[in-house]
């Protein structure tokens, strides 16, 4: 497998074949996508689309005109009389335009950002990865050396490009294009990373790739915020620089919102909108498409259990490790254990873990080794977001599994390790739809609740776990806490362990798919991805879960594992450039309406 970093990428990749909630009562053809009059008109085609990159990727172009007059003199692209009809059109009176063809004009400009500027975004999106802004508990966010170096980036990159920018105390980077009237769209993306553990950066033929050091391996560009989320950030300033140069007018005004502390405090929104206006109509590129007009409610139990000197005989569990984050399902989870004689002890675990893996079949490992005066125990499984539980394989319900029945095996030392496995295997488990505490529930647009175990922090103090909850509409958030509290208080009292409980459920929303702007967005996604024209939802929980209309808009594809959070994220070149495609041709047709309503 062949690997290079990114510094240059490749050209053929560039051508490759409302804060109103509702009822759950949405009826089918809302969310098929309700249609304003006037709102579904002709277009270039997927195939068309593809035909155009085929041919003309490999080209540069002065400017807009030029690309518009090499797609209408290509013989080999073949467009219908109404494409020919609106290249004409604008080339001779672009203010003249018809509706359909404006729409039409829109996707090309799609298409040109792509061939015009995609290698460069890739280039500069490899340079944000480079600066490493996850949480460093030495710092406030605000005050974080490298999250002060990618706002010089962002600022930089924005004057370069003609745009406005605001730093907002470091909390929020503000980039801005102007169009008229008082009317803003927010765009919301973020600049701040979950941690990585660099030695699960590790390619399934050996290959060890560098978080912070953006690699393409095939068609994808590995690197920690490729997926999640700096992507966001160049697709939408790139979209900008060619809406600029162009001079495309535009009837309100767009504000990029590069948010600093998504993946932590979610405090930076608030403390920009404590200072300026908050946007009517909001757009996170943080989720998937084509829309998404529902977010589960995002929820943490967090169990700590008080540290305690291991009592009885025989092993003892010293140390736990899991996700970095609570929002993250880890590749790996270890156990440091303490045994009188390692090497007897180390073969004693081989061979429980070995009946343990007959017992619980899946696509996962568990092996020791010997380290520094200790046996390490590793379960290694398949990470992903916490959103989307199923498509991993947690390393730390199992292991947590493993731990709980050992005793059953082998002598082990009572403690607060021990007492947390038995805790997480009664009242979680294996199973991510909260049947252990009968606490499960679906919605029949939103999906079923999850639950799933993710970060573990071992000190000398204590020992925390926590549990992320993504909660759909069909239970009140009250009732959904007094239930957990209930079930796990019962099972604590008749197992006499001590712990305490942190219980923390946000709301969902969910939204009108009513209305001229998302629909406009519905139109521009699914037409660009060749998907049915359907409004999605999400486990995930973004930037504009709380604000006026908000919704998601990309940037992951459907049907494609999202890899945020995970060990060897990657973002394909193909999907970038898609992304930076889709969300030019998107602030040309939102920026166009008549009205967003």
């Not at 579904?40 to 172009?61: D, G, M, R, V």
């Not at 467009?79 to 009176?93: E, G, M, R, T």
């Not at 590069?258 to 929104?269: K, R």
């Amino acid at each position: 497998m062949q690997v290079s970093d990114m510094r240059n990428p490749f050209q053929h990749f560039l051508g490759k074949s409302l804060r109103t909630p509702i009822k759950s009562s949405l009826c089918a053809l809302a969310l098929c996508g309700y249609i304003p009059e006037g709102m579904s008109q002709a277009n270039l085609s997927f195939t068309q689309n593809q035909a155009i990159l085929a041919e003309l990727s490999a080209q540069k172009f002065d400017r807009f005109a030029a690309f518009a007059k090499a797609v209408q003199a290509d013989n080999d692209i073949e467009l219908s009389a109404d494409v020919n009809q609106a290249i004409a059109q604008y080339l001779s009176d672009k203010k003249a335009l018809s509706i359909s063809e404006r729409h039409i004009i829109q996707r090309l400009v799609g298409l040109y950002s792509r061939i015009q500027y995609g290698e460069e975004a890739i280039e500069k999106l490899g340079e944000f990865v480079e600066i490493p802004t996850f949480r460093d508990e030495a710092y406030e966010q605000h005050e974080n050396p490298n999250f002060i170096k990618l706002g010089e980036e962002i600022r930089e990159l924005a004057e370069d490009f003609g745009l406005g920018f605001r730093n907002v105390d470091n909390r929020i980077w503000e980039i801005t294009l102007e169009g008229k009237g008082e009317e803003f769209v927010g765009i919301h993306a973020h600049g701040d990373v979950v941690p990585v553990n660099p030695d699960n950066w590790v390619l399934d033929d050996g290959t060890k790739l560098d978080p912070f050091k953006m690699t393409l391996v095939g068609d994808r560009l590995y690197g920690r915020g490729t997926e999640d989320d700096k992507n966001g950030i160049i697709v939408t300033m790139y979209a900008m620089k060619v809406l600029k140069e162009e001079g495309i007018p535009l009837s309100r005004t767009f504000k990029l919102l590069v948010d600093t502390t998504e993946e932590t405090s979610s405090t930076a929104i608030p403390y920009y909108f404590e200072r300026f206006p908050q946007p009517e109509y909001n757009l996170a590129l943080d989720g998937g498409y084509p829309v998404v007009i529902a977010e589960k409610g995002y929820g943490t139990v967090m169990a700590t259990f008080d540290a305690y000197e291991g009592e009885g005989k025989g092993l003892e569990i010293v140390d736990l490790t899991g996700g970095l984050a609570t929002n993250q399902i880890p590749r790996v989870s270890k156990a440091t254990i303490n045994a009188k004689n390692l090497k007897r002890t180390k073969k004693r675990l081989d061979k429980i873990a070995k009946s343990f893996q007959k017992k619980y079949e899946g696509n996962y490992s568990i092996t020791t080794e010997i380290k520094n005066g200790h046996i390490e125990l590793i379960v290694e499984g398949v990470s992903a977001h916490s959103s989307s539980p199923e498509t991993g394989v947690n390393p730390v319900s199992r292991m947590l599994l493993f731990l709980h029945e050992l005793p059953e095996k082998t002598k082990v030392k009572k403690n607060h390790v021990l007492d947390a496995a038995h805790y997480a295997t009664a009242n979680w488990g294996l199973n991510y739809y909260g049947e252990k505490l009968g606490i499960n529930y679906a919605h029949d647009f939103m999906g079923p609740l999850t639950t799933s175990l993710t970060y573990i922090k071992v000190t000398d103090k204590d020992m925390k776990l926590a549990t992320n909850l993504r909660a759909p509409v069909g239970k009140e958030t009250k009732q959904l806490k007094q239930e957990i509290q209930t079930g796990v208080v019962g099972w604590l009292a008749e197992n006499n362990v001590e712990m305490s409980l942190d219980i923390s459920i946000a709301e969902p929303m969910y939204r009108n798919p009513e209305g001229a702007w998302v629909n406009a967005l519905l139109d521009v996604a699914t037409e660009n991805l060749d998907l049915p024209r359907e409004f999605k939802s999400s486990a995930g929980a973004t930037s504009v879960h709380y604000l006026p209309n908000g919704v998601q808009f990309g940037l992951s594809e459907p049907g494609t594992k999202y890899t945020g959070h995970n060990a060897n994220e990657f973002k394909t070149v193909y999907q970038f450039m898609l992304d930076l495609q889709i969300i030019t041709e998107m602030m040309v047709r939102v920026g166009q309406l008549d009205s967003l309503k």
